[in-house]
């Protein structure tokens, strides 16, 4: 059997499904797990090929590409979007930007969009003191132990944040409605040396992914066993990523966001280099 090493924040519903299913296994690959603690470890986890896949936003594999030379490819998309809102035991942006703001990098990733509010809030971005917590469960505790005031988060954090009195001062989709879902992404070195695990791995991923329509209730309720809420849970069978295609809307609201806060690489990295879904779906 097929061995492929993955690296991820918190599983997202196709690799859930697959899981619950067993439809890796069925396909004739054994998946490894690691549960990273910052986008930093996973970023170079990929490029030195500690990991085979990873599990990230579109923008940090433009930015591992860039920093790290990773040569990475998007394999697929599991996520239609990302649901991100930002938080903070202060009443308004400016106050949150006076004190430390609770990243997980100050290069990619969600931090861009709030580098958007920021401008539009007409507050220097370079100004604001930033302190590299971590992922987005690492932040949300140390939102409620005090250590930080203000952060991104996604769900089910952002519901945990705001039940503990915390405000929410911008909505992701407000700032910007096109940012994408996770994806999957590998070295395209490794792609081409292990065609056959890309393959067997993206199989029982499509599977899963057309399956959950077709049995929404025991869809949600494996998301639920895997700790998703039940409203966060239904959304996701309901919104599943046709195909697990990657959004070209998506693509292009992250190359916007780089773009405006000056991080965009020069040649800007094209989508039809970095994207390789066409070849896993034949």
């Given at each position: 059997m097929n061995t492929v090493k993955q690296i991820l924040f918190v599983p997202p519903a196709p690799i859930v499904w697959a899981e619950s299913r067993g439809l890796f296994a069925r396909h004739g690959v054994q998946v490894e797990t690691t549960q990273t603690l910052s986008s930093d470890q996973l970023?170079?986890?990929?490029?030195?090929?500690?990991?085979?896949v990873g599990i990230g936003v579109v923008d940090n594999i433009i930015a591992w590409n860039e920093e790290r030379k990773a040569g990475l490819q998007i394999m697929a998309q599991l996520e239609r979007n990302t649901i991100m809102a930002f938080v903070s035991t202060k009443p308004t942006l400016a106050e949150a930007a006076a004190d430390a703001v609770a990243v997980d990098s100050?290069?990619?990733?969600?931090?861009?969009?709030?580098?958007?509010?920021?401008?539009?809030?007409?507050?220097?971005?370079?100004?604001?003191?930033y302190d590299a917590v971590g992922g987005v469960r690492q932040r949300f505790e140390a939102l409620a132990a005090g250590k930080a005031s203000a952060t991104i988060l996604v769900p089910p954090f952002i519901d945990m944040a705001l039940e503990?009195?915390?405000?929410?001062?911008?909505?992701?989709?407000?700032?910007?409605?096109?940012?994408?879902?996770?994806?999957?992404?590998?070295?395209?070195?490794?792609?081409?040396?292990?065609?056959?695990?890309?393959?067997?791995?993206?199989?029982?991923?499509?599977?899963?992914n057309d399956w959950a329509p077709q049995d929404p209730?025991?869809?949600?309720?494996?998301?639920?066993?895997?700790?998703?809420?039940?409203?966060?849970?239904?959304?996701?069978v309901a919104g599943t990523v046709p195909r697990l295609e990657p959004s070209m809307a998506g693509w292009n609201e992250v190359v916007a966001?780089?773009?405006?806060?000056?991080?965009?690489?020069?040649?800007?990295?094209?989508?039809?280099?970095?994207?390789?879904?066409?070849?896993?779906?034949?």
């Open positions: 970023g170079q986890g990929l490029a030195a090929g500690t990991w085979d100050t290069t990619n990733g969600f931090v861009l969009v709030l580098y958007r509010a920021l401008a539009r809030a007409g507050i220097d971005r370079r100004k604001v003191r503990k009195g915390l405000r929410k001062l911008w909505d992701g989709a407000d700032l910007a409605p096109a940012y994408p879902g996770v994806v999957v992404a590998a070295r395209a070195a490794w792609l081409r040396e292990n065609e056959d695990s890309a393959r067997r791995y993206m199989r029982a991923l499509l599977e899963a209730p025991a869809a949600a309720a494996a998301l639920v066993a895997a700790r998703y809420s039940e409203p966060a849970a239904k959304r996701l966001l780089r773009r405006e806060c000056g991080l965009l690489p020069t040649p800007e990295p094209r989508a039809e280099d970095v994207i390789n879904y066409r070849r896993w779906i034949t």
